[in-house]
């Protein structure tokens, strides 16, 4: 099913293409692709605000609660690179709507639940969902939209919304949860999932690799199982800290399942993760800067939360109308990192993303124990800008240059690097901020980290990535 992704100009030249515009059809699949990313990421944060009372009213602990978190995470990125996989060899549209009626299924059962543990199988039955929808629906947008501009514009759209979910989710937890109570956050989700599954099917193309080589089974276990283990590892230890034995335990395991993907990848003759496609710099150094990117501002968002609320004494709705502030930022721009791609280059846009959101990051060290919700407001909103053209010219290089029989293994990659960018940075840097003499204390030591890291980052994919390339 072929879609139209050029529309013609009107007057004497109206027989001429443009190429840098998308067609009406264009339009209503990239908006089902960006309705289900904006969906899964609203699950990572519409949530959060409401543990608390959903505790409460199932019998979770507050011990147990990190489980309403881990349940999704665990399988969300686990999964991602084997169903990534999959869709290239089965058919992606085929997959994505699997995922969409799992993901729906799983967040009316989280909504419904009746006990603890109906409500955490909800999530992680939603986390599968997401694993199957992520990958498939990036690179359902990959294979759809060509290189150069129209992918560009579309990745922008995708970007924009990506980070919008996370704040909105913020914001509109708080208010659905003092409303309508935490089962009305999950309802939302059931009738997302519902709408766009109702859209996609007579929508999206098909799309899979002209061939279907075997599965890689032994690649496929050892990496959905180290993935696991280092999401399990480093969830637990944000919050309980590295002194716990399990939490090492399990690092070491998962340390060691990734050692021996690589060791199986280098000798199947049908690898599930391509060594060469890893060597290509673009791939490496572009997952690289997203994954820098996407850690650090996942810290910045919570250790502010902490210093809003423990230190400035601000609600939760005030907090997250300090994070809404962001999601303004972000969808700014978003509107304008396809055109600075388009002038600059995605090697330029990334390179001076992440110096920025380290400039930024670095502005945050003047808040006081008395003062700073203006300033927080103000260098998060343009941290986030410069965190979102990071986000969207990583994606742009990462994918480029990439056969269309392995955008769902590259565009996996790309999923990969999001999940696990915004699992690592709270328990590697976060922990800080709870540990020393006073919170702000922490807070200082960790954006000070944080904006260390990103200039470092920005360095590190200048030389990585040289000047020349297609995605320069």
Known sequence: MAIDTQVTTTGPQSAAPREDRLGGRAKLVLFVLCAAQFMVALDFSVLNVALPVLGKDLGLSRSALQWAVTAFALPS??????????ADLYGRKKLFLAGLVLFGAASLLASTAWDPAS????????GLGAAVIVPTGMSLLTTTFPEGPLRDKALGISGTLLSLGFTVGMVLGGVMTDTLGWRSTMGLLAATAVIVLALAPGLLP????PDRP??????AVTVTLGLLA??????????????EADVWGTLVVAVALLVAFVAVESKSPAPLVSLPMLGRRTVAWGNFGGLVSFSMMSTVVFVLTLYLQETLGLSSLRTGLVFGAQGVASAVAGSYAPKVIGRLGARRTLIGSLLGQGVFTAALLTVGAQSGAVVATLAVSVASMFHLGSIISYGVIATSGVPDEEQGLATGLVTTTQQVGITIGIPLLGVLATTRASLLEGVHSVLLIDTVIMIAAAALVAIGLGRTGKAS
């Open 206 to 209: 098909e799309s899979r690799t």
């Open 77 to 86: 990125g686990g999964f991602l690179l084997l169903f990534g996989r999959i």
């Open 230 to 243: 280092l999401i399990y590892s480093l969830s637990t230890a944000a919050q309980r800290g590295f002194g």
């Open 214 to 219: 075997r599965l890689d089974v032994p690649g």
């Open 119 to 126: 409500f955490l199988t909800g999530r992680a039955l939603q």
